[in-house]
Structures are given as structure tokens and as C-alpha cells.
């Protein structure tokens, strides 16, 4: 499995129950169709979920090679293998409307050369399995968690053997696992450690946030802060990224819970990232001990969970904070094409899956409408998808020329975008950093160079720096 959001091989109990159900409504079955397709197409899958032969990986790569050479897709872009057979990427791509804030794939030659740095990337560790989120302790040392559930520390350079004890059991499998990790922002005082994971079991399970106390090589008096508050079924869309912001509360996103027909109280469960009352498909805002703001949007709406900071979210794995412009910036994962880069403001609506610029894996429109009023329009789409996950603001003095721009990493993209905004946050320009794995994480590190983790079983820490 290429792309982090294609279903992993344990939902096909899913996949059986959502074809009773979609039988039992007379609704059209994406399942189906993807079926008929397939036996039309003599065992060849096209749904690019399951593909169940040497020879259909091979028949898709002769596609992808084919739709290259042919100009269908932009040559700086990214083949996503959501996107099996060329006609579905092409009409993906047309169906962006032209719109001032949408910066297209096309190649944006200036651009890459304003943005030149020469960049060196360096591995300082490998042999970490998945890893996932980071953060640094305040003599230097990396805590780095896998998702397996293991939380690791890299001193001096190096990986520590023994992993740090007490952390919480997590659900393991699919997108499951241990998450992202951040430290308190007094921890040289309080020693707290805050991790994020998938608790619970396959057929029931919530993202949640565990806090506890960082003594030695151990975690010490764990307490869950947060959990979502429904449960649901699967191994997809955790979300789990965790951000400051510099008033001392916590900003933690959680995913929309997965992909049709994972479903929750007889709908698709994605439609409950425009549900109020429901975590899934949200930015939610706490404190530190997971009490919750009284200044949140909707903590005297009534009719709405007052943890809630922004909502219509799909799955976002990309959280930074721009102490220049006070700005939030979040990435968040769409199912085929229509990845997002987001500005985030408290209270806003994000539109999915109302509004959107992605498709479903198995081809179709999700919606018709790529905007509304009263929704907020992405500040960037990525079609083909990168899978954007790590998002960080470089305001370093290392490097002057990353002055205030963004790097998102990407799954799919094995690599990062560097944006540069307008002073109305706008993407002007984005340059490609290829990493040459699928990228978990980006944070600037304490000494103003760019640190990224890649997610592979034998994933990396890659210290990025200006090679002149
Ligand atoms: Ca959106």
C-alpha cells in the first residue's frame, strides 16, 4: 500500500458488510461498480485498492509510464497510485476550477528559481519502524515515536536501543498505531509528555491524547486528557497532529474516521466531520490538562461540543504555527486528488465532504461543489494527491531565502513542498525537495534547520541544511 489512505487489507469485513448495505438501499455501489470493472477488464483491478496480481501491478505501471510520456500529467507531478488508470487522474485535474487560490501542478519555473537554495540532506538515524511524530527534549535529545507503539530517543546522534517504557497500549494496523508526540511547553518544569494514538479495537476505537510525566527512561502517571467521543470501526483517518499555540492551549485534529462504507449510525461516517456533536472530522482545542478553553467558538453554542475549533476536515496529519503572522496552517489528506493546505481560524467550517476538489478511490465525484459560501476554499489543492503529512513554518536563521515559508511533507509525493506565501498568505510558489521515502513529519529543529522523519520500515531522520 502506497498511499497512506488507501484501505489496508483488514477492512475487507468492512467492505463485505458496505455491500449488504448499499444492496439493501437500491443506493449505486461504488463496491460493485468496482467489481464490474474489474471482471470487465478480465481480473485487472482498476480501483487501485486491490490489486491482486503481479501482472495488474505491472499493466498499471505500463499506464502510469504510458500517461507520462503522453503529457497527461504535469512532469513535476507526482504519479499518485490512488489514481490507477490515466483518463480518472486527467479528469480530476480538469475538474479544478481556475481559481486565485489554487496554485495549479503545472511547473512554475520562476518560481523554482527564486526559491534555489542548494540543499543538503543528511541521515543522521535509520532503523526506525514507521516513525511517526517527534520532539526534542531540552538537552538536544529527539523523542521519536513508531507506529507500533514504541516511543524512541536518538542521544548524541544515536538511537537508543531500549525504548522508553510506559507508554499506553495502542491499536496497531492499517493507519493505526502510536501517533504524534509534543512536549509541554514548560516541560523543563513539569516534565509532561503528550502522545497521541488509536485506542481501542478493529471493530471500535477512537484517536486518543494521554499525558504523563517523562522520568528517565520512563513514562510515569499516565492521564487521558481527550478521546473522541464516538467510537467507530476500521483502521483509517486518525488525524492526531498536536499544536501550541502561544496562549498554552492545545490544538489536536482528529480524522473523519474513514472511507465509504465505513459508516457510523447509518450514514457514511465522514459526513460527520459536518456534525457538531461529533469529534471526528475536526480541530478540536483544549488545555494542557484537556479541561476545555471557556474562549472556544462554540463552548456557549449549545448544540455543539465545545471542544471544537474548526470543523469540515477529512484527515489532516500537518499542523504549524507562524509566530511571525499568528497564523495557523494545517494539511489535510483528500481521498483521490484534492489534498488541502488550510488556513485555520477558529469556528470556520472546512467544507468536507460538502465541498471538495477530491474524488472517490474508485472513481466519481464526491460532490459537485468545490466551494460555498460560507465554507473556507483550501490556500492550495494538490491533484494528483501528495498525501501531505509533517507540515512546519520555517522561521529559522540558518537559511534566510526559507524565510517564513512552508515545507508539507507528503507520503506520496516521497518528498516536501516548499511554499512561499504573499503577505495575505497566499501560495505564490511551491519548489519540490525530494526525500526519496514517503515523508511522516517536518519540524524545524532548536538549531534552525529542517528535520524530517520518513515513514518506512526502515524510516529515517533526515536533517535538511543549505548546502552552500
Ligand atoms: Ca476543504
Redesign the pocket.
Known sequence: MLKEELPPASTSVLVRQGLGRHARRGAPNPLLFRAQRARNSKGFSLSGMHLTSNISRLALLTIALAATTLGCVAPSAPRDPASPSPRPAVSAEVSVPPSPDIVSESPLGAAIAQAAVNVRQVTLVEGLEHPWGMAWLPDGSILVTERPGRLRVIRNGRLEPQAIAGVPPVLTGGQAGLLDITLHPNFAANQWVYLSFAAGTPEANRTRVVRARLVGNALQTPQVILEVNQAKSGTQHFGSRFLWLPDGTLLVSIGDGGNPPVSLEGDLIRRQAQNLNSYLGKILRINEDGSIPPDNPFANAGNAQPAIWSY?HRNIQGMAFDPVTNRVWAT?HGSRGGD?L?LIEPGQN???PI??HSREYFGGEISQERSRPGM?D?RQVWTPAIAPAGLAVYRGDRVPQWQGDLFAGGLVDRGIRQLKLDAAGNVVSQQQISIGQRVRDVRQGPDGLLYVLTDDRNGRLVRLEPAS
Open positions: 469540515g489535510e488541502e488550510n472546512y467544507g468536507w465541498v471538495t473556507v483550501p
